[in-house]
């Protein structure tokens, strides 16, 4: 297998053991790094790593990080980035002063999406679709999660879901898939809102899960979409056949999400713009990491899910772009990781943590990726020269990145 060496290194960031799976509460202030260094890559793996004085003198491929940081290549737990066109009308009617909710009570929001899905072949949604993933790999995403849920009928939420396949297939990125058929109620059952939800348990489930299509469930369990009932429904339809839950909770109250996702084990629950002492207390005694999703805060003017107390709590926390249409037309992690300073007083240990270790926890791959250890993906990010960590959220619309390798390749 060939090898490849990143010498002159100036710092290695995010250097955690390979057991850490992910790190919670005030050990996210810490993150550990080796300074002066080099990273031997061999095949698509991180073989060794080390201080510079002990580097190997040469490899088949030889990159000169000229003090650059290496990080992790980020990984983004929560994306919708396949849709069909763009929402910047509702953009405008935002700005002139409608909230998200009243514009989607007027058929606008994702049932616009909807519509635009409906009408474009397979072929042209992966078309639309590819730029985007693409775009995210620049800027850093070695890996992510992807979203159904603008198809909302059984055919569409498949073509949804076989584009995220085809993605997986045919770029170099860690891609995981999720079914969200209860993202919002189609126009036609908003008067018998149960009647989709039996649709999606006895239809769409079964080819979903019979087809392979997608790792995890998702619903989107609050004020004006699905109940907690009827998410609990879903998800243990969904778990019935091999899909995790993986939730929307409490982006626009209080809705009992958090409670319903954990009491399914979901292996996270994410917004939270609303959360409190119970949702803390009841995040605290499971395994379900939170994931904040600071763009669609920032983008709807919504509040931010209160980071610094769940940390402060002892919970972990995952930081993801939500990149999608509506509520977040960004997947720049490194732009979520500056409004999680911002605006989430997180620090910027905690907030590269979030979104590289804890992100991967998300999607269930922190065996292999997020962290700089060897064993793992060779997925990572060489900076340009930069002064410190704190940095890359501070230079907030710099582009301090020099080179991004997915499994051991400068893409
Ligand atoms: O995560 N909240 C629900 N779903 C998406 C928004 C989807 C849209 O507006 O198209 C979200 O913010
Ligand atoms: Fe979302």
Redesign the pocket.
Known sequence: MSKTLIKNIGSILAAFSGDVRKVSGKKMKNLPGVDDAFVLIEGAKIRYTGQMKNAPETAEQVIDAKRGFVLPAFCDSHT?LVYAGSREQEFRDRVMGLSYEEIARRGG??LN?VKRLHKISEQQLYEESLPRVHEIINQGTGAVEIKSGYGLNTADELKMLRVIRRLKESTPLTVRATFLGA?AFPAGYKNDPDSYVDLIISEMIPVVAGEGLADFIDV?CDRGFFTPDQTARILEAGMKHGLQPKI?AN?LDFSGGVQVGVQHHALSVD?LEYVGDEEISVLKNSNTIPVA?PG?SFFLGLPYAPARKMMDSGLPLAIAS?F?????PSGNMKLMMSLACTHMRMLPEEALIASTLNGAYAMGISDELGSIVPGKKANLIITKPIPSLAYIPYAYGSDIIYKVMIEGREV
Do not use: Y
Not at 324 to 328: A, I, T
């Open positions: 919708h929001g994702i999406s993202h989107f929307h982006e917004h999703l669609a939500d999608n249409p509506g509520s977040s």
